[in-house]
């Protein structure tokens, strides 16, 4: 890899290279790495069919007739799970259900990198659990998973994926406590789960390369973790602008499935 003077010198070569020679630049940054930490958003899920929550075509623009009433967020909510579960599992029944939804080419290259020791870890922002069905092993999903639920009782029942899905209520409950069940999801409202947390910052804090993607990095907590990055090669693909655009080396405003492919393990 080419050798630059300082972190300015070395963004405004990498932001001048365009088409093929961006490629090039991104398999070498790949090839040079050993720690590569990949930190997705929902758009990493969007090539599988997967709505994300705010775009103009996203889940919560797309609200059935039902939930108009209720302001999106609060849908996906501490509050409405507790105060109105009936309207929390309804909604969560119609359009968080993705267990038939495949993986797409990025979650395989991602699985692929892990196999072949060059990355380290995946932290994502979405509950599909599409990369541990596509094979990847290290895993910190910071934002909890739609594959796991456990009854709200002092025991924490865990209870199998399709549990809320397939239960005959309104409001599902543990056939062993008769307490309440949910989903291992963070909703808002709620803390980040403290082990995520934990292992997503010590896998960033000791990555030498950061891939990010598909989000917008505007949600926080969880954007500001790729703060934690001191690294050399920084890389954002996402179809828009994000406010680290400029602080990155390489941006790709592109397909992620088509950028990801590009790379070879």
Same mark, same amino acid.
């Given at each position: ?21 961006? !490629? ?5 940054? =790949? ?12 758009? =990493? ?14 889940? !919560? ?24 579960? #009936? ?7 119609? #359009? ?11 979650? !395989? ?8 020791? #060059? ?17 990847? #092993?290290?895993? !910190? ?39 309440? =069940? ?22 960033? &804090? ?20 790729? &703060? ?36 070879? =393990?």
């Amino acid at each position: 890899m080419m050798e630059f003077h300082s972190a300015r010198e070395r963004r405004a070569y990498y932001h001048g290279l365009t088409g093929e020679e961006k !490629y090039a630049a991104l398999q070498e940054m =790949v090839d040079a790495s050993a720690r590569i930490v990949f930190f997705g958003g929902a758009g =990493v899920s969007t090539e599988s069919g997967i709505p994300d929550f705010r775009s103009k075509d996203g889940l !919560y623009n797309k609200p059935d007739v039902q939930f108009q009433q209720y302001a999106p967020e609060y849908l996906l909510s501490h509050d409405c799970l507790f105060d109105e579960p #009936k309207v929390f599992f309804e909604f969560y029944r119609q #359009k968080l259900d993705v267990r038939s939804v495949e993986p797409n080419t990025a979650h !395989y290259k991602l699985a692929e990198m892990e196999k072949a020791g #060059k990355l380290s870890a995946i932290v994502t922002q979405n509950i599909d659990g599409l990369h541990e069905k596509a094979g990847s #092993k290290t895993v !910190y999903n910071i934002h909890g998973t739609t594959f796991r639920n456990y009854c709200t009782g002092r025991a924490h029942h865990e209870l199998p994926a399709d549990f809320i899905v397939e239960s005959g209520e309104a409001v599902p409950h543990c056939p062993i406590c008769g307490r309440m =069940v949910r989903p291992d999801v963070t909703l808002y409202g709620e803390a980040l789960p403290e082990d995520a947390v934990d292992g997503a910052v010590r896998a960033i &804090r000791e990555a030498d390369m950061l891939i990010i993607a598909g989000t917008s990095l505007t949600v926080y907590p969880a954007a500001s973790f790729v &703060r934690y990055f001191g690294g050399e090669n920084l890389v954002i693909i996402n179809r828009d602008e994000t406010p680290m655009d400029r602080e990155a080396d390489l941006v790709f405003h592109e397909s992620i499935g088509k950028v990801m492919e590009r790379i070879h =393990v």
